[in-house]
């Protein structure tokens, strides 16, 4: 009898409290809550650390490393949440360098995001440079974005545009060892757009609240710039890519592929 | 003691009253909104205005920004520098132009006119929007040299300049997109649509040509006008002309953008207005007169290792347009009436 008392109670315990559970997911009341989200961008090379001044190999016996730069823009980031609503962080504080140089000594870049509606989010997506409607826009809506770009060398000094990518060091192929390397890719006026969107499912489910900032950790395989959907050869020309109109949007779909969530963190 | 208070209160009324009335000038400006020019004669305007309304406040801080050597490296070069007004906007008497360091730049400068009409930029079309054409010049180690930080700080420095950027920006600050604007506003005001041939197809002020310049309208309609079309004088592509090639230079033009080969040695179809003025000739300044062009476009058209323009290719396979003595004179007599006193004269634009 006794026991039975003890199994109810805790039956009942059960029941309550997974009861309450449900209802904080259903009913759980979101509107007006800000938090933020921090994007930790994590560069590697294959399963390698990233590191400057080391040399790593690609395919058809090419190896490179980078001595000064390893940068690129991301921008239009947005979440969408289990409901499949989409959240974008707010314009004007939407575009972002990820620089090597800024990285902590676990060779972490962290992005800290804002005002960020609270949700349970599922899904992150980024672009990778900035988009045309932007660009075309001229300098409304930059703010300082103009100058950050112009001292970290992401914007061109000879054409007006952004530089999405800036990879700068030396490479060795069968003919040429420690030629200078320069990946230097972004659009070209409007006539060629070499702007892509990455959208990564997310491992588990994001919870932003006003007393929960969680963080997801991307990893981005430098390796795939090269080794990616297309292999390309520093012998065929791919140690110099500015604004070929062949060679930058293979290169912009090679970066499309290099980015992981690895995992997130809700505290 | 009473006296003292007393005066206390009124040196405090007076510092008050001050206050309140340099605050109250900021608060009460309200900016006075500016038209760019819409001639009847023109295609339409390709600036977004709404992004970037013009006033008052917004084009006189564009002008002294267009005027200021801070905007360059040693402090000393301005955008005006290199863009004269008397001479339709163009470095007078320098074939390429130079800037800091009196480093040698690759091209002639370019006249600055009509920019609010214009979807592309430089010679080469390598600036695809006005708000941002001016960071080539400024970052150009052979023009100003400069970056937008260092400029956004020497700005920022001067209270004036505070008080014009608040006055022309809501009350925004020193940043490099309203430095920018500022630029465009001044650049979009730009409008050269008062020459004798523009009252002459408007119908105003009963203008008519001389024979000989209604003469030279005819052969230009005829053997100009399918590139250098519209009142603009230009259709906004890119050609190549057959020039000879500088071997000096070996500028490749609009080639550069995109290493297309089709796009060897081609460069902007220029506007031909105040022509008269913006000597010397072509990308590279080479021909100081209008008589060496059209000798050129006549019997001097060599080729280079691109594919010359169509429009230029003769029955016979040679490159040329045929122009007798009297339409070359006859051409050249109506270029000029593609001068534009009210524009090269407007002390709207003036530094002083």
Redesign the interface.
Same mark, same amino acid.
């Given at each position: 009898m006794k026991q039975l008392k003890y199994t109810l109670v805790l039956l009942l315990c059960a029941i309550i409290s997974s009861c309450s559970s449900d209802n904080d997911a259903t009913t759980e009341n979101l509107t007006g809550q800000k938090g933020s989200i921090a994007l930790k961008f994590d560069n590697g090379v294959g399963d390698q650390n990233f590191a400057f001044n080391t040399t790593y190999q690609k395919s058809n016996n090419e190896s490179f490393q980078l001595t000064t730069d390893l940068k690129y823009i991301i921008s239009n980031v947005r979440f969408k949440d289990q409901n499949g609503n989409e959240f974008a962080v707010p314009e004007g504080n939407n575009m972002f360098i990820i620089d090597q140089d800024d990285a902590n000594n676990a060779g972490e870049i962290f992005l800290n995001l804002d005002n960020i509606n609270a949700a349970n989010y599922t899904e992150i997506t980024f672009g990778i440079g900035v988009d045309q409607d932007k660009?075309?826009? !001229?300098?409304? !809506?930059? !703010?300082?974005f103009?100058?950050l770009a112009?001292?970290k060398g992401m914007?061109w =000094?000879?054409? =007006?545009?952004y530089k999405f990518v800036r990879l700068d060091g030396i490479y060795t192929d069968a003919t040429t060892t420690n030629g200078a390397l320069a990946v230097h890719m972004g659009s070209? !006026?409007? =006539?060629?757009d070499n702007y892509k969107e990455v959208t990564l499912t997310l491992p588990n489910t994001v919870l932003v609240r006003t007393n929960k900032s969680p963080e997801i950790h991307i990893k981005a395989d430098i390796l795939k710039i090269f080794d990616g959907e297309t292999s390309v050869n520093f012998a065929d020309g791919y140690n110099q890519v500015h604004?070929?109109?062949t060679e930058t949007p293979i290169i912009a779909v090679n970066m499309q592929n290099m980015f992981t969530v690895h995992h997130v963190h809700n505290d | 003691m009473k006296y003292l208070k007393l005066k206390s209160i009124v040196f405090g009324l007076l510092i008050f009253n001050s206050c309140a009335k340099s605050d109250q000038f900021e608060a009460n400006y309200e900016p006075i909104p500016l038209q760019v020019e819409k001639p009847s004669n023109f295609p339409d305007i390709e600036y977004t205005i709404e992004n970037n309304p013009v006033t008052d406040a917004g084009f006189e801080l564009g002008k002294k920004l267009f005027y200021e050597g801070k905007l360059s490296a040693n402090n000393a070069i301005a955008c005006a520098f290199c863009h004269e007004q008397a001479f339709a906007f163009t470095h007078h008497g320098h074939t390429l132009s130079h800037g800091v360091n009196d480093g040698i730049g690759f091209r002639n400068a370019q006249p600055m006119q009509n920019l609010a009409y214009q979807r592309e930029f430089m010679w080469d079309g390598a600036s695809t929007h006005l708000d941002l054409q001016p960071i080539i010049p400024i970052s150009s180690e052979l023009e100003m040299g400069e970056t937008l930080s260092n400029i956004v700080a020497k700005l920022a420095a001067m209270p004036q300049y505070q008080k014009d950027f608040k006055r022309a920006f809501n009350g925004q600050g020193v940043t490099s997109e309203n430095m920018l604007k500022a630029l465009s506003q001044f650049m979009v005001m730009m409008v050269s649509a008062n020459s004798k041939y523009d009252k002459f197809v408007r119908n105003e002020d009963n203008v008519v040509l001389t024979q000989i310049e209604q003469d030279g309208l005819n052969s230009f309609t005829t053997n100009c006008a399918s590139c250098h079309a519209t009142d603009l004088f230009t259709d906004q592509t890119y050609r190549n002309t057959g020039l000879p090639v500088n071997p000096q230079l070996n500028d490749k033009g609009r080639y550069n953008l995109g290493q297309n080969p089709a796009d060897l040695y081609k460069f902007k179809v220029p506007s031909l207005r105040n022509v008269e003025k913006s000597y010397p000739y072509m990308h590279d300044g080479r021909f100081t007169t209008l008589e060496a062009v059209l000798d050129f476009y006549d019997s001097n058209i060599q080729g280079n290792s691109g594919t010359v323009d169509n429009a230029l290719l003769r029955a016979d396979g040679s490159y040329g347009i045929n122009l007798t003595t009297y339409q070359k004179e006859s051409i050249i007599a109506f270029l000029k009436t593609l001068t534009d006193y009210e524009f090269l004269e407007d002390e709207r634009f003036a530094e002083f």
């Open positions: 660009y075309t826009q !001229g300098a409304t !809506g930059q !703010g300082n103009l100058t112009q001292d914007f =000094s000879w054409a =007006s545009g070209v !006026g409007t =006539s060629l604004t070929d109109a | -």
